[in-house]
């Protein structure tokens, strides 16, 4: 394709993996027209919405001056369909009106929500960190002499129950982590000491834990675990994993199990290589880190690495392999006290690991390094002491 053509870029998703994707295409001056579609209006750090239901107010993040500034142009609204053949995207607008936008490179990152359906219940009776307004409303039900019940062991729900522990006296809180909450050598696990630091938080903060029973049903207060008991609540929480648009599926892509678009080393769908897939509804396998997990520590450089294969499918040059390992994960507990959990490039847990108020730090400072990388306004400040690495 030469310079004078047309080269229509749409980004479906303005999270950190597809904002990040759109930010460097604008800037880059790669596309002819830039498009970003979502069905907010601005940017949501989804890493900080459980100190939003605890009570913080999110900053402004508008998307339209955002995408103004690099050359491209915001449509509010949400994608219903993909046709591959026909190269657009079915969009129906926050206006009421359908839209049909035709792309050259379309860049697929619509992210991923909590899976609430595979509990009966859990989709009437508990709300989920997912947007503001659901995150406002659970804090508007949380308070003293209240019960919330969190379900899920993830990191999530162990943020969640420490900020709540913190932040809102008298507020009773019930941790269901299911069958597990234990140390984990796996991937995404927690090593001794990260455990024992976490089950000593959560200890200090009176949350109540749970464990040795999966939640099966909900009813208007109360939640039935798998053996037999039953937990009351004021509020529910639901951690308990994410799903993915079918979005994909639904256009005949190439997916796995789960709905997530299979790629190849340049992030391009294996199917429609016109499609680039990026952050949590994507299958990408990065050299060494192995199978990316929904994260923001993956869907940030996956967004840059989208840039350079837009740039690349436009002008007919080579396309580098998305290469990605992981060294720590960060996790608050709470405003001053947090862990660090060092791991390997797989992202499974060594035993090395920081903890309490210099971990708090680093965590506060890496949100704030993401939203500079994306190349939103922040006040980052100087690294809070020497960076995290492996030895």
């Known amino acids: 394709m030469t310079s004078s053509e047309a080269f229509r870029v749409v980004v479906l998703g303005g999270g950190y993996a597809g904002l990040t994707a759109a930010a460097r295409i604008g800037e880059a001056g790669t596309a002819t027209s830039l498009t970003l579609v979502d069905a907010k209006t601005e940017f949501v750090e989804r890493i900080r919405l459980h100190e939003i239901a605890a009570g913080t107010e999110p900053r402004a993040l508008p998307y339209a001056p955002f995408l103004a500034e690099r050359g491209g142009c915001f449509l509010q609204g949400r994608a219903v369909a993909i046709d591959p053949e026909a190269r657009t995207v079915s969009v129906d607008g926050a206006d009421g009106a359908p839209h049909t936008l035709p792309y050259d490179v379309l860049v697929y990152a619509p992210g991923s929500r909590t899976v609430r359906d595979a509990v009966p219940g859990a989709a009437e009776h508990a709300a989920a960190l997912d947007d503001v307004a659901g995150s406002r409303a659970l804090g508007a039900a949380l308070g003293p002499g209240r019960t919330v019940l969190i379900v899920g062991g993830g990191l999530t729900a162990i943020e969640a129950a420490c900020e709540f522990g913190e932040r809102i006296p008298g507020l009773r809180i019930v941790l269901a982590p299911g069958r597990a909450f234990a140390p984990s050598v796996e991937v995404g696990g927690l090593s001794q000491a990260g455990f024992r630091h976490v089950e000593a938080t959560?200890?200090?903060?009176?949350?109540?834990?749970?464990?040795?029973?999966?939640?099966?049903?909900?009813?208007?207060?109360?939640?039935?675990?798998?053996?037999?008991?039953?937990?009351?609540?004021?509020?529910?929480?639901?951690?308990?994993?994410f799903e993915v648009p079918s979005l994909a599926r639904d256009a005949g892509i190439a997916v796995n199990e789960r709905g997530e678009v299979l790629t190849d080393p340049q992030l391009r769908s294996v199917s429609h290589p016109e499609i680039v897939a990026v952050g949590d509804a994507a299958h990408v396998i990065a050299a060494p880190g192995g199978k990316c997990r929904m994260s923001c520590a993956a869907g940030r450089p996956m967004g840059e690495l989208a840039a350079r294969t837009?740039?690349?499918?436009?002008?007919?040059?080579?396309?580098?392999p998305f290469r990605f390992s992981y060294a720590f994960r960060c996790v608050s507990l709470g405003r001053d006290d947090g862990l660090i959990q060092f791991v390997d490039g797989m992202d499974r847990p060594v035993e090395q690991v920081w903890t309490g108020a210099r971990a708090a730090r680093w965590k506060e400072y890496i949100c704030r390094r993401t939203l500079a990388g994306i190349g939103l306004d922040t006040t980052v400040g100087a690294p809070p002491d020497t960076p995290p690495q492996i030895s």
Do not use: P
Request: aromatic content about 4%; proline content about 0%.
């Open 202 to 241: 959560l200890a200090r903060l009176g949350v109540e834990v749970r464990s040795g029973a999966r939640v099966t049903g909900l009813r208007e207060g109360a939640a039935t675990l798998e053996d037999g008991t039953e937990i009351a609540f004021d509020a529910c929480l639901w951690a308990a994993g």
């Open 310 to 320: 837009v740039a690349g499918l436009a002008g007919g040059g080579a396309h580098d």
